[in-house]
């Protein structure tokens, strides 16, 4: 059983019942967040980019629970010795006790000098989940989704800085995704969304509306 737990923002937990995959983890400082940082349980913690909505408390959390940290190598300083970590880049799939990560590209600025923004598809519990991160729309989803049969899509639709329900329902459709969960929206009114847009606009995809604090079986 892969139970998906949503913290708020673009913040998630993946646990397959042994293995916590934490993602993204902006706790503190995050209006919405569902958790505190000194509470949330990690094996893992995938960060998409270093923007603070992003990198978030993953340093701490880090030391806390001894996680080993995945992200890009020029992001994967922030911990010094403290911290174990796996440096990884675009297109690169790492093998790991649960399953497999992936990392895959994001059309976004990284927030730190030479860094890439990415996202990430994620083997574990016998699914596969791909998360944008934050993004733009673009046709390479296509690959994404023609590489692995993508179970849950995990989509930015707050617009801004990042896609909208408009956009975020393409997506959906370059995926092929059989599910998709909105994530990254109303944390702050600028990214003020309705996800029953993305509702509407998506076909031959389910949409599960998550609230924060709120958790699904996947
Ligand atoms: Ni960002
Ligand atoms: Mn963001």
Same mark, same amino acid.
């Given at each position: 059983?892969?139970?998906?737990?949503?913290?708020? +923002?673009?913040?998630?937990?993946? =646990?397959?019942?042994? !293995?916590?995959?934490?993602? $993204?983890?902006?706790?503190? @400082?995050? #209006?919405?967040?569902?958790?505190?940082?000194?509470?949330?349980?990690?094996?893992?913690?995938?960060?998409?980019?270093? +923007?603070?909505?992003?990198?978030? =408390?993953?340093?701490? !959390?880090?030391?806390?629970? $001894?996680?080993?940290?995945? @992200?890009? #190598?020029?992001?994967?300083?922030?911990?010094?010795?403290?911290?174990?970590?796996?440096?990884?880049?675009?297109?690169?799939?790492?093998?790991?006790?649960?399953?497999?990560?992936?990392?895959?590209?994001?059309?976004?600025?990284?927030?730190?000098?030479?860094?890439?923004?990415?996202?990430?598809?994620?083997?574990?519990?016998?699914?596969?989940?791909?998360?944008?991160?934050?993004?733009?729309?673009?046709?390479?989803?296509?690959?994404?989704?023609?590489?692995?049969?993508?179970?849950?899509?995990?989509?930015?639709?707050?617009?801004?800085?990042?896609?909208?329900?408009?956009?975020?329902?393409?997506?959906?459709?370059?995926?092929?995704?059989?599910?998709?969960?909105?994530?990254?929206?109303?944390?702050?009114?600028?990214?003020?969304?309705?996800?029953?847009?993305?509702?509407?606009?998506?076909?031959?995809?389910?949409?599960?509306?998550?609230?924060?604090?709120?958790?699904?079986?996947?």
């Amino acid at each position: 059983m892969l139970t998906y737990n949503y913290y708020g +923002h673009a913040c998630f937990q993946l =646990d397959d019942g042994k !293995i916590k995959i934490l993602v $993204d983890p902006f706790l503190t @400082g995050n #209006p919405m967040a569902a958790i505190d940082e000194k509470d949330v349980a990690a094996d893992y913690i995938l960060v998409t980019h270093a +923007h603070g909505d992003h990198i978030g =408390d993953a340093p701490n !959390i880090a030391v806390r629970t $001894d996680a080993t940290v995945i @992200g890009i #190598p020029e992001l994967m300083e922030f911990g010094g010795q403290r911290v174990k970590t796996i440096g990884m880049n675009l297109g690169g799939t790492v093998k790991t006790e649960f399953g497999f990560v992936r990392m895959v590209p994001a059309l976004h600025s990284s927030g730190i000098a030479g860094g890439v923004a990415c996202g990430y598809v994620i083997g574990v519990g016998g699914k596969v989940i791909y998360f944008a991160g934050d993004t733009a729309l673009f046709s390479d989803m296509k690959l994404i989704g023609e590489r692995d049969k993508i179970d849950y899509a995990l989509l930015p639709i707050g617009g801004h800085y990042t896609m909208d329900p408009i956009d975020a329902a393409k997506a959906v459709e370059f995926l092929g995704a059989a599910n998709v969960i909105p994530v990254h929206y109303g944390t702050w009114d600028v990214i003020k969304q309705n996800p029953e847009d993305l509702l509407k606009l998506v076909k031959g995809a389910k949409v599960h509306i998550v609230k924060p604090g709120q958790s699904i079986t996947l």
